[in-house]
C-alpha cells in the first residue's frame, strides 16, 4: 500500500495472543509527517484499539529494521518482542549501527530478532528505489 502512495514501501504488524492488534506503512509523504513510519502508525493502530499506550506482550512485526526514533515508540509502548526482516546499515538502531534495545542505561528491553524474509525485504525496498531513479531521470517525478 506505502508503494502504490510513493512512500518507501514498509509496513509493521503487532501481534498479540495471536491477534493482529494494529498495523500500519509508511506515510510521512502524503501525512506531512516525519513521524509516520510504518511502526508509529502500528503503535497508533494498537494503542487506540487497546486503548492503552502500553502494550507489554505484543511483538512487532516491521519488514525493515526501526529508526532510532521508531525504536524509542517501541521501548516507550513496552513491546515485548521485534522481530525484522532487512537491515538499514544507514539508521537501523536494532543492531546495524546501534542497539537501543540492548541498551542496559533504558527501563525496558525488547527481544529482537531481524533478519526474517530478509531478501524479500530487501528486494521490495531496492525496486521501490530502482523505479524511482528510474522515473526521476526521465524527468517525470
Not at 491477534?19 to 509516520?36: C, V, Y
Not at 532487512?86 to 539508521?91: G, L, N, V
Request: proline letters at 4%; aromatic letters at 6%.
Amino acid at each position: 500500500m506505502a508503494w502504490q502512495m510513493g512512500e518507501v514501501p514498509v509496513g509493521a504488524v503487532i501481534v498479540q495472543n495471536d491477534k493482529i492488534i494494529g498495523e500500519g506503512f509508511n506515510r510521512p509523504i502524503g501525512l506531512h509527517d516525519p513521524t509516520a513510519h510504518a511502526e508509529i502508525m502500528a503503535l497508533r493502530d494498537a494503542a487506540q484499539k487497546q486503548e492503552n499506550y502500553r502494550l507489554p506482550g505484543s511483538t512487532l512485526y516491521v519488514s525493515l529494521e526501526p529508526c532510532v526514533m521508531c525504536c524509542g515508540a517501541i521501548i516507550h509502548a513496552r513491546i515485548s518482542r521485534v522481530v525484522f526482516g532487512a537491515a538499514d546499515p544507514k539508521t537501523g538502531a536494532a543492531g546495524s549501527v546501534i542497539n537501543l534495545f540492548h541498551e542496559n542505561r533504558l527501563n525496558h528491553h525488547a527481544e529482537v530478532q531481524g533478519g526474517i524474509m530478509a531478501q524479500a525485504c530487501s528486494e521490495l525496498i531496492s525496486a521501490f528505489f530502482r523505479e524511482r531513479r528510474a522515473i526521476s531521470a526521465r524527468g517525470n517525478v
